[in-house]
Nanobody, 129 residues
Framework: QLQLVESGGGLVQPGGSLRLSCAASGSTLDYYAIGWARQAPGKEREGVSLIRSSDGSTYYTDSVKGRFTISRDNAKNTVYLQMNDLKPEDTAVYFC??????????????????????WGQGTQVTVSS
């Protein structure tokens, strides 16, 4: 049974950076697509980014393009989300998720991510001065 644990969240000033980690246990991540989603207070959970297992293709929601970078280190069984130039609107609980099933292209990644089987417990990111 795959288990995911996020870490790296915290309080940061606008313009600052954080790197979130998603460490997996119970199975190797080599064959899993991994995604990050976030949920702000009073809002629905939204997909932030996803990386495919087959070819490493990455997808991002428009609001984080150019600021966030998803990457994976299969040797460490860990996926990362590097977040730069953080804004107050990035404040949310960030979750990582995994599934064997991956999107075939960039048009479906959000819906595919929302149906992922395995989810972590989340880590809080607060961007405030």
């Amino acid at each position: 049974q795959l288990q995911l644990v996020e870490s790296g969240g915290g309080l940061v000033q606008p313009g600052g950076s954080l790197r979130l980690s998603c460490a997996a246990s119970g199975s190797t991540l080599d064959y899993y697509a991994i995604g990050w989603a976030r949920q702000a207070p009073g809002k629905e959970r939204e997909g932030v980014s996803l990386i495919r297992s087959s070819d490493g293709s990455t997808y991002y929601t428009d609001s984080v393009k150019g600021r966030f970078t998803i990457s994976r280190d299969n040797a460490k069984n860990t996926v990362y989300l590097q977040m730069n130039d953080l804004k107050p609107e990035d404040t949310a609980v960030y979750f990582c998720a995994a599934d064997i099933f991956e999107p075939v292209d960039g048009s479906t990644w959000r819906s595919v991510l929302s149906a992922f089987e395995y989810w972590g417990q989340g880590t809080q990111v607060t961007v405030s001065s």
